[in-house]
Each structure stands twice: as C-alpha cells, then as structure tokens.
C-alpha cells in the first residue's frame, strides 16, 4: 500500500516550515494542517494527505500525537516526477518515507511525501491531484442521448473497441522478460483525440458566429413584428446558447485530459499477463495465434455506471445483437483502429485456406477466420 502527502515547504531551502495558524505558507483547509506532521524536526504543514485517518486534536487543551518519519527501500521512479509536472505541480522534494507514532514499533504504509513551493497550491488541486497519483483516472461514463460532447469523450470510456497501446515493445512475449504495461491510447491515438478536441471547437465557432449573424441581421424584437419573425429569433438564440456551452465543456474536458490523462502512467489501464509468440496451431487446422492476455486494473473502471457490454457508433450507444444487416444470424466482431474508427464485421462460420511461399521453395499452410463487412455500405472491415 502506498498513500500520497504534501506539504508546504519553506522558500528559499529545502526545510518544510513550522505550523502556523495563518495561510503565510499555503492553504490550511485540510483538517490534519498542523497535526499530521507534529513532532518532526520542523513541523511542516500537510496540505492534504491519503491513506488512513490519523487522529486529529480538537479543543483548546487537546494534545498532538508527535510522529516521526522512517526510513523504506522503495525504487523511486522518474514517473513519478513526471507525473507530478503532468499535472502542474510546483514540488520540491519527493521522498519515500513511513511515519510512526513516536515511541511506538508499527509504522504506517510507505507515503510518498511531497514538499511544495508556498502559496503555489491548494487543498482542492492537492486533492485532485493525490487522487489522479494514487489511482490514476478512471474510464469516464458514456450517454451519447444525454451528452453532446460523447463523440469526443468515447475514446476514454469503457465501450467496446477502446484503444489500447502496450507501453514498451511486448518482450513480455519472452517469459524471463519485464512486465509491460497496456495504456488507453498509444501516442498518436492520443495526439488525434486531443485534435479531435480542439477540431470539435473550430467547427462549434462556425456555428457561432453564423448564428451571431443571422440574430444581427434579425435585430431587436419590436412590438408588433411577426410571429414568425419572433420564433426565428428564439430559435438561434437557442443554438447560440447550446454552441457556447458546447465549446465550454469541450475546453473543460480538454483541459481534464491534458491534465490527468497526458502521460502513458496516468493511463495503464493494465499490464500483459502472457503474450505467446506469434505462431500457427499445432493442430491439423493450424490456425495463427496472435494474442495476448491482459490483467485489467479493475480500479480504472466505475462499475455503478459501467452499462457493460456496448459499443459507440458516432452518436449513440447500441448493444450489438448477432444478427446482421439483413436480419440473418451472424457473431459479430468490432475493431476500432486509428484511422477507420469502429468497424463492425461479421465473422463466417467456414475457415479460409491461406497459403504463403517462403525462399527455397518452402511454403506455409493455415486456416484463417474471415471478417465480413457488416453490410454493402460499410465497407472492408479492416483495410489491410
């Protein structure tokens, strides 16, 4: 177990200061401020901290409980800081540290104790922010019905064909290699959804400035001007106002993402619990295998909002039923890849004979499983 503590620390050197009952060094709203930290050499001020409750005195004669800080044997990693800058962190100091009781023998859980500058942040953003270290963030909820931002938001949500990047090069592959994790989005597929982000703006100050016009044009409503003409007003002073809110909640969530959701760390969704090579069944079929088993961080997903096994198709949501377009039964199958977006294709039940002719005359022999496109309209079901 790991918990996160910050703390404001002196300017000018490394030393935290002494508690105060001013916000001279930074914001005092967490109520464990000047007790957290008593009895450490300076008694620094915690500004928000997680893991367990520690007791904290009220009324004029209670007493601090003094602690002290430990020493542990964790790797400090450079995500770490990485992270810390990700999410607009001024911190000075970062130690792997164990606090204690004085005087008694059982510590609690390695903390991550993190100096900060002074006055450079407060209990809701430390907060924010220890929440997004310790359990990075989750997979957002998805009501394209409700929400008008859904066709940005679906690459963060946990409907089926979510984009997934291992982290490292799948070595993992090698049984006596490292572990490798699995992120939402690679790096491009994340590039490509922030400019998707900011494309969705461009296209919404279209709308605006032509609805701007057309009420400009309209004017003033005047007293005895027709019906008509009052309900065209009405109407693009409605459309006006849904564009506006629609460019701020793509800048609110644009700014969620950048701000939580940059770095690979912040988005492990899990790790590749075995990944064979990629090789050809030894049965008579020889079938190609190319998989791998990945153990999901079951915290990176709400399961009260989680609507289970659904997939977004540009505007709404739909459980996929195994019937195809003409209403014939069929397993369908959805990819959802960097440029084609969701696909959904329709697996056939006879396997396909594929050949291939090597150097020296060798040849390769195996069955495949063929992927029908959903319909006529749809197009390939994969390109290549």
């Known amino acids: 177990m790991s918990c996160v503590s910050v703390a404001t620390q002196q300017e000018g050197n490394g030393s935290p200061v002494s508690p105060t009952t001013t ?13 957290d930290f008593y009895g450490l050499p300076t008694n620094p001020i915690c500004i928000y901290r997680t893991g367990d409750e520690w007791l904290v005195p009220q009324g004029p004669e209670a007493q601090r409980v003094p602690r002290e800080a430990r020493p542990t044997w964790p790797t400090l990693h450079i995500e770490v800081y990485e992270l810390l800058d990700s999410v607009g962190i001024n911190w000075s100091t970062i130690d792997p540290v164990r606090f204690a009781e004085e005087g008694k023998k059982e510590a609690d859980p390695v903390y991550l104790w993190i100096g900060v500058v002074p006055r450079s942040l407060s209990f809701e953003d430390a907060q924010d922010a220890a929440v997004a270290f310790r359990d990075g963030p989750r997979l957002l909820e998805h009501d394209p019905s409700e929400d008008p931002i859904a066709s940005i938001q679906y690459a963060f949500t946990p409907s089926l064909g979510i984009q997934i990047a291992p982290k490292a090069p799948l070595y993992s592959r090698e049984p006596d290699k490292r ?40 004017g003033e409503a005047v007293e005895g001007e027709k019906v008509r003409g009052t309900r065209v007003r009405e109407d693009y002073q409605v ?146």
């Open 23 to 35: 916000t001279a060094f930074g914001d005092l709203s967490y109520p464990g401020a000047v007790s």
């Open 179 to 218: 572990r490798v994790d699995i992120a939402i989005l690679g790096s491009k597929a994340h590039i490509d959804a922030l400019e998707g982000m900011m494309g969705k703006i461009g296209r919404e100050l279209i709308f605006l400035r032509t609805y701007q016009r057309e009420l400009d044009n309209l």
């Open 239 to 384: 459309k006006l106002a849904n564009v506006r809110q629609t460019i701020s909640d793509v800048n609110d969530f644009h700014s969620d993402i950048t701000k939580y959701w940059s770095t690979p760390s912040q988005r492990v969704l899990g790790y590749v619990l075995h990944a064979p090579p990629i090789s050809l069944a030894t049965d008579p079929k020889q079938l190609k295998e190319d998989w791998a088993l990945i153990d999901l961080d079951l915290d990176k997903i709400d399961w009260d909002t989680f609507k289970g096994n659904v997939v977004y198709l540009g505007g709404r949501t739909r459980s996929p039923k195994h019937f195809d377009a003409n209403g014939e039964e069929c397993l369908l199958v959805v990819k959802n890849g960097n440029t084609t977006r969701v696909t959904i294709g329709r697996v056939t039940g006879i396997e396909s004979a594929i050949r291939e002719y090597g150097s020296y005359g060798l040849k390769r022999t195996s069955l495949e499983v063929a992927v029908y496109p959903y319909s006529h309209k749809d197009g390939a079901f994969s390109p290549r």
